[in-house]
Protein backbone atom coordinates (compact mmCIF):
# COMPACT_ATOMS: atom_id res chain seq x y z
CA UNK A 1 0.00 0.00 0.00
CA UNK A 2 0.76 3.33 -0.78
CA UNK A 3 2.69 4.47 2.16
CA UNK A 4 1.22 8.16 2.23
CA UNK A 5 -2.23 6.79 2.19
CA UNK A 6 -3.77 6.68 5.62
CA UNK A 7 -7.13 5.45 4.28
CA UNK A 8 -7.06 3.41 1.00
CA UNK A 9 -10.12 3.58 -1.45
CA UNK A 10 -10.86 1.00 -3.42
CA UNK A 11 -12.56 2.82 -6.18
CA UNK A 12 -15.09 -0.13 -7.77
CA UNK A 13 -16.08 1.07 -11.55
CA UNK A 14 -18.36 -0.07 -14.69
CA UNK A 15 -21.88 0.21 -15.66
CA UNK A 16 -25.08 -0.32 -14.16
CA UNK A 17 -25.74 -4.49 -13.86
CA UNK A 18 -22.15 -4.90 -14.56
CA UNK A 19 -21.23 -6.97 -11.48
CA UNK A 20 -19.69 -4.34 -9.21
CA UNK A 21 -22.49 -5.43 -6.48
CA UNK A 22 -21.47 -9.28 -6.93
CA UNK A 23 -17.69 -8.16 -6.86
CA UNK A 24 -17.60 -5.74 -4.35
CA UNK A 25 -19.64 -8.83 -1.45
CA UNK A 26 -16.90 -11.40 -2.68
CA UNK A 27 -13.99 -8.85 -1.90
CA UNK A 28 -15.63 -7.90 1.54
CA UNK A 29 -16.00 -12.18 1.97
CA UNK A 30 -12.41 -12.37 1.77
CA UNK A 31 -10.41 -12.67 5.28
CA UNK A 32 -8.15 -9.82 4.73
CA UNK A 33 -11.00 -7.71 5.04
CA UNK A 34 -12.28 -9.08 8.33
CA UNK A 35 -9.62 -6.91 9.97
CA UNK A 36 -9.43 -4.29 12.81
CA UNK A 37 -11.18 -1.33 11.65
CA UNK A 38 -14.06 -0.43 9.76
CA UNK A 39 -15.28 -0.37 6.18
CA UNK A 40 -16.68 2.38 4.89
CA UNK A 41 -19.07 1.40 1.61
CA UNK A 42 -19.98 3.72 -0.40
CA UNK A 43 -23.04 2.90 -2.92
CA UNK A 44 -23.38 5.76 -5.82
CA UNK A 45 -26.02 3.50 -7.61
CA UNK A 46 -28.78 0.28 -7.02
CA UNK A 47 -28.46 -2.67 -8.46
CA UNK A 48 -30.20 -5.61 -8.47
CA UNK A 49 -27.72 -7.08 -6.53
CA UNK A 50 -28.55 -6.41 -2.43
CA UNK A 51 -25.69 -6.80 -0.12
CA UNK A 52 -25.74 -9.72 2.68
CA UNK A 53 -25.36 -8.58 6.26
CA UNK A 54 -23.69 -11.24 7.44
CA UNK A 55 -20.94 -9.98 4.58
CA UNK A 56 -21.13 -6.58 6.03
CA UNK A 57 -20.78 -7.61 9.50
CA UNK A 58 -18.02 -9.78 9.04
CA UNK A 59 -16.37 -7.19 7.16
CA UNK A 60 -16.90 -4.70 9.43
CA UNK A 61 -18.72 -2.54 6.79
CA UNK A 62 -21.26 0.17 7.12
CA UNK A 63 -23.06 1.25 3.94
CA UNK A 64 -23.44 5.05 3.07
CA UNK A 65 -25.31 6.01 0.09
CA UNK A 66 -24.47 9.57 -1.90
CA UNK A 67 -27.52 9.90 -4.54
CA UNK A 68 -26.00 12.66 -7.35
CA UNK A 69 -22.87 13.46 -8.62
CA UNK A 70 -23.22 16.88 -7.05
CA UNK A 71 -23.72 15.88 -3.89
CA UNK A 72 -20.14 13.46 -4.27
CA UNK A 73 -17.97 16.37 -3.04
CA UNK A 74 -14.66 16.83 -0.39
CA UNK A 75 -17.20 18.17 1.96
CA UNK A 76 -19.68 14.75 1.82
CA UNK A 77 -16.58 12.62 1.87
CA UNK A 78 -15.25 14.69 5.36
CA UNK A 79 -18.68 14.30 7.05
CA UNK A 80 -18.92 11.03 6.42
CA UNK A 81 -14.84 10.44 7.42
CA UNK A 82 -15.73 12.47 10.91
CA UNK A 83 -19.32 10.20 11.43
CA UNK A 84 -17.33 6.73 10.57
CA UNK A 85 -13.40 7.04 11.37
CA UNK A 86 -12.84 3.84 8.22
CA UNK A 87 -9.91 2.30 8.31
CA UNK A 88 -10.68 1.38 4.40
CA UNK A 89 -13.24 2.99 1.98
CA UNK A 90 -14.43 0.74 -0.48
CA UNK A 91 -16.69 3.21 -3.67
CA UNK A 92 -18.76 1.27 -5.92
CA UNK A 93 -19.41 4.30 -8.62
CA UNK A 94 -21.76 5.17 -10.71
CA UNK A 95 -21.62 4.08 -14.08
CA UNK A 96 -22.91 7.59 -15.52
CA UNK A 97 -19.98 8.96 -13.24
CA UNK A 98 -17.18 10.48 -14.61
CA UNK A 99 -14.01 8.52 -13.30
CA UNK A 100 -12.11 11.79 -14.12
CA UNK A 101 -13.97 14.13 -12.57
CA UNK A 102 -13.64 11.67 -9.32
CA UNK A 103 -9.60 11.81 -10.17
CA UNK A 104 -9.54 15.82 -10.08
CA UNK A 105 -11.77 15.76 -6.32
CA UNK A 106 -9.99 16.82 -3.36
CA UNK A 107 -10.22 13.88 -1.18
CA UNK A 108 -10.28 14.33 2.88
CA UNK A 109 -6.60 14.55 4.42
CA UNK A 110 -5.10 11.16 4.52
CA UNK A 111 -7.95 9.37 2.01
CA UNK A 112 -6.52 7.79 -1.79
CA UNK A 113 -6.88 6.03 -4.15
CA UNK A 114 -5.63 2.63 -3.50
CA UNK A 115 -7.21 0.08 -6.28
CA UNK A 116 -9.86 0.95 -9.15
CA UNK A 117 -10.92 -2.15 -10.48
CA UNK A 118 -13.76 -1.98 -13.65
CA UNK A 119 -16.42 -4.61 -14.17
CA UNK A 120 -17.82 -5.20 -17.28
CA UNK A 121 -20.50 -7.63 -18.52
CA UNK A 122 -19.04 -9.37 -21.78
CA UNK A 123 -22.56 -10.04 -22.87
CA UNK A 124 -23.14 -6.19 -23.10
CA UNK A 125 -20.01 -4.75 -23.84
CA UNK A 126 -20.47 -4.45 -27.69
CA UNK A 127 -23.47 -2.12 -27.03
CA UNK A 128 -21.71 -0.02 -24.56
CA UNK A 129 -19.23 0.29 -26.25
CA UNK A 130 -20.53 1.24 -29.50
CA UNK A 131 -22.82 3.84 -28.08
CA UNK A 132 -21.15 5.10 -24.83
CA UNK A 133 -17.53 4.55 -26.29
CA UNK A 134 -16.40 7.96 -24.71
CA UNK A 135 -17.72 7.21 -21.70
CA UNK A 136 -16.22 3.23 -21.11
CA UNK A 137 -12.58 4.84 -22.31
CA UNK A 138 -12.70 7.10 -19.43
CA UNK A 139 -13.68 4.72 -16.95
CA UNK A 140 -10.93 2.34 -17.88
CA UNK A 141 -7.65 5.04 -18.84
CA UNK A 142 -6.67 4.87 -15.30
CA UNK A 143 -8.41 1.79 -13.99
CA UNK A 144 -5.63 -1.03 -12.30
CA UNK A 145 -7.69 -4.50 -13.37
CA UNK A 146 -10.77 -4.65 -15.75
CA UNK A 147 -12.80 -7.80 -14.44
CA UNK A 148 -15.22 -9.28 -17.51
CA UNK A 149 -17.72 -11.67 -16.13
CA UNK A 150 -20.03 -13.43 -17.92
CA UNK A 151 -17.89 -14.36 -20.60
CA UNK A 152 -19.11 -16.92 -23.36
CA UNK A 153 -17.31 -19.31 -25.64
CA UNK A 154 -18.16 -17.62 -28.42
CA UNK A 155 -16.96 -13.87 -27.05
CA UNK A 156 -13.82 -12.52 -29.41
CA UNK A 157 -12.08 -12.26 -25.82
CA UNK A 158 -8.61 -11.36 -27.66
CA UNK A 159 -10.19 -8.30 -29.54
CA UNK A 160 -11.85 -7.22 -26.40
CA UNK A 161 -8.38 -7.65 -24.22
CA UNK A 162 -7.24 -5.38 -26.98
CA UNK A 163 -9.40 -2.46 -26.87
CA UNK A 164 -8.21 -2.30 -23.31
CA UNK A 165 -4.66 -2.56 -23.73
CA UNK A 166 -4.33 0.02 -26.01
CA UNK A 167 -5.80 2.94 -24.11
CA UNK A 168 -4.47 1.39 -20.56
CA UNK A 169 -1.06 -0.59 -21.61
CA UNK A 170 -0.69 -1.29 -17.75
CA UNK A 171 -4.35 -2.57 -16.95
CA UNK A 172 -4.74 -6.18 -15.95
CA UNK A 173 -7.44 -7.81 -17.46
CA UNK A 174 -9.11 -10.54 -16.41
CA UNK A 175 -11.99 -12.75 -17.83
CA UNK A 176 -14.23 -14.84 -15.98
CA UNK A 177 -17.45 -17.04 -17.16
CA UNK A 178 -20.06 -18.33 -14.55
CA UNK A 179 -17.41 -20.84 -13.41
CA UNK A 180 -14.72 -18.56 -12.38
CA UNK A 181 -11.63 -16.93 -14.26
CA UNK A 182 -11.28 -18.77 -17.38
CA UNK A 183 -7.24 -19.29 -17.86
CA UNK A 184 -4.94 -19.88 -21.05
CA UNK A 185 -7.52 -17.90 -23.56
CA UNK A 186 -4.47 -16.05 -25.71
CA UNK A 187 -2.74 -18.96 -26.77
CA UNK A 188 -4.18 -18.37 -30.60
CA UNK A 189 -1.75 -18.21 -33.51
CA UNK A 190 -0.84 -14.61 -34.19
CA UNK A 191 -1.80 -13.50 -37.38
CA UNK A 192 1.77 -13.29 -38.91
CA UNK A 193 4.30 -15.87 -39.33
CA UNK A 194 6.70 -15.24 -36.04
CA UNK A 195 9.60 -18.00 -37.42
CA UNK A 196 9.95 -16.44 -40.21
CA UNK A 197 13.11 -14.74 -41.59
CA UNK A 198 11.30 -11.63 -41.53
CA UNK A 199 8.12 -11.44 -39.76
CA UNK A 200 6.20 -9.57 -42.53
CA UNK A 201 3.46 -6.95 -40.97
CA UNK A 202 0.33 -6.77 -42.61
CA UNK A 203 -1.51 -3.08 -42.46
CA UNK A 204 -4.68 -4.84 -41.44
CA UNK A 205 -2.55 -6.58 -38.42
CA UNK A 206 -0.93 -3.10 -37.37
CA UNK A 207 -2.82 -2.79 -34.23
CA UNK A 208 -2.38 -6.49 -32.92
CA UNK A 209 0.97 -6.39 -33.68
CA UNK A 210 1.50 -3.17 -31.83
CA UNK A 211 -0.50 -4.40 -28.23
CA UNK A 212 1.26 -7.76 -28.70
CA UNK A 213 5.02 -6.22 -28.39
CA UNK A 214 3.83 -4.62 -25.09
CA UNK A 215 2.51 -7.54 -24.02
CA UNK A 216 4.78 -9.63 -25.00
CA UNK A 217 8.21 -7.57 -26.31
CA UNK A 218 11.10 -10.66 -25.29
CA UNK A 219 8.96 -12.54 -27.88
CA UNK A 220 10.19 -10.43 -30.79
CA UNK A 221 13.63 -9.47 -29.68
CA UNK A 222 15.79 -10.57 -32.21
CA UNK A 223 13.57 -10.83 -34.93
CA UNK A 224 13.42 -8.77 -38.25
CA UNK A 225 10.19 -7.05 -38.46
CA UNK A 226 8.86 -5.38 -41.78
CA UNK A 227 5.92 -3.41 -41.84
CA UNK A 228 4.20 -0.09 -43.67
CA UNK A 229 3.76 3.28 -41.49
CA UNK A 230 4.20 6.83 -40.99
CA UNK A 231 7.15 8.85 -39.50
CA UNK A 232 7.22 10.97 -36.76
CA UNK A 233 9.81 13.18 -35.45
CA UNK A 234 9.07 15.79 -32.71
CA UNK A 235 11.63 18.16 -31.86
CA UNK A 236 14.98 17.65 -29.74
CA UNK A 237 14.19 13.83 -30.53
CA UNK A 238 17.97 12.71 -31.12
CA UNK A 239 18.92 12.67 -35.10
CA UNK A 240 19.45 8.79 -35.52
CA UNK A 241 15.84 7.74 -34.33
CA UNK A 242 12.10 8.04 -36.04
CA UNK A 243 9.10 7.04 -35.12
CA UNK A 244 7.29 4.50 -37.20
CA UNK A 245 3.58 4.02 -36.57
CA UNK A 246 -0.17 4.56 -38.01
CA UNK A 247 -3.35 6.58 -36.18
CA UNK A 248 -5.56 4.68 -33.65
CA UNK A 249 -9.09 5.79 -32.54
CA UNK A 250 -8.77 5.31 -28.97
CA UNK A 251 -12.22 6.66 -28.16
CA UNK A 252 -13.48 8.87 -30.75
CA UNK A 253 -12.31 11.23 -33.58
CA UNK A 254 -11.05 14.09 -30.74
CA UNK A 255 -9.03 10.93 -29.27
CA UNK A 256 -7.02 9.58 -32.03
CA UNK A 257 -3.42 8.59 -30.93
CA UNK A 258 -0.19 7.86 -33.07
CA UNK A 259 0.83 4.35 -32.43
CA UNK A 260 4.39 3.93 -33.22
CA UNK A 261 7.64 2.20 -32.16
CA UNK A 262 10.26 3.99 -31.60
CA UNK A 263 13.61 3.26 -34.65
CA UNK A 264 17.25 3.77 -34.88
CA UNK A 265 18.23 4.45 -38.36
CA UNK A 266 21.78 6.96 -39.37
CA UNK A 267 19.76 8.75 -41.51
CA UNK A 268 16.62 9.73 -39.16
CA UNK A 269 17.01 13.42 -39.37
CA UNK A 270 16.58 13.45 -43.84
CA UNK A 271 13.14 11.95 -43.34
CA UNK A 272 10.36 13.79 -44.01
CA UNK A 273 7.36 13.90 -40.98
CA UNK A 274 4.65 12.64 -42.14
CA UNK A 275 5.93 10.64 -45.12
CA UNK A 276 4.70 7.06 -45.86
CA UNK A 277 7.82 4.14 -45.55
CA UNK A 278 8.61 0.76 -45.48
CA UNK A 279 10.64 -0.24 -42.69
CA UNK A 280 12.87 -3.56 -42.45
CA UNK A 281 13.92 -3.67 -38.74
CA UNK A 282 15.65 -5.93 -35.81
CA UNK A 283 13.86 -5.52 -33.05
CA UNK A 284 15.74 -4.72 -29.09
CA UNK A 285 13.55 -4.69 -26.15
CA UNK A 286 13.63 -1.39 -24.61
CA UNK A 287 15.68 -0.32 -21.75
CA UNK A 288 11.98 -0.28 -19.72
CA UNK A 289 10.96 -3.67 -20.69
CA UNK A 290 7.46 -2.54 -21.61
CA UNK A 291 8.33 -2.63 -25.47
CA UNK A 292 10.92 -2.55 -28.63
CA UNK A 293 12.56 -0.49 -30.87
CA UNK A 294 14.27 -1.49 -34.33
CA UNK A 295 17.44 -1.31 -35.21
CA UNK A 296 16.76 -0.25 -38.99
CA UNK A 297 17.74 -1.94 -41.78
CA UNK A 298 15.91 -0.46 -44.53
CA UNK A 299 14.07 2.33 -45.58
CA UNK A 300 12.18 2.90 -48.57
CA UNK A 301 9.42 5.49 -49.23
CA UNK A 302 5.43 4.29 -50.07
CA UNK A 303 2.34 5.34 -51.37
CA UNK A 304 0.06 5.58 -47.82
CA UNK A 305 -2.09 3.36 -46.94
CA UNK A 306 -6.27 3.46 -47.83
CA UNK A 307 -6.93 2.53 -44.68
CA UNK A 308 -4.54 4.40 -42.46
CA UNK A 309 -6.77 4.02 -39.12
CA UNK A 310 -5.66 1.15 -37.28
CA UNK A 311 -8.03 -1.54 -35.94
CA UNK A 312 -7.49 -4.03 -33.12
CA UNK A 313 -9.42 -6.96 -34.30
Known sequence: MNEDIQVPIYLITGFLDSGKTTFTDFTLNQSYFAIDGKTLLILCEEGEVEYDRKTLLR?????????????????KLETLDLIHRPERVVIEYNGMWLVSRFNELELPDGWGVEQQITCVDASTYQIYTGNMKSQFVDMIRDTDMVIFNRCKDSDPLPSYRRAIKVVNQAAEVVFEDESGEIQDIFQESLPYDMDAPVVEILPEDYGIWFVDTHDNPKDYKGKTIHFKAKVMRSPGMRKDF?????????CCANDIQ??????RFDKADELKNDSWVEVTGKAETAGNG??????????APCAPLAQEMVTFN
Open 290 to 299: EGIYLNIQEV
Open 59 to 75: GRAVIEVIHSEEEFTKE
Open 258 to 263: FLGVPC
Open 242 to 250: FVAGRQGMV
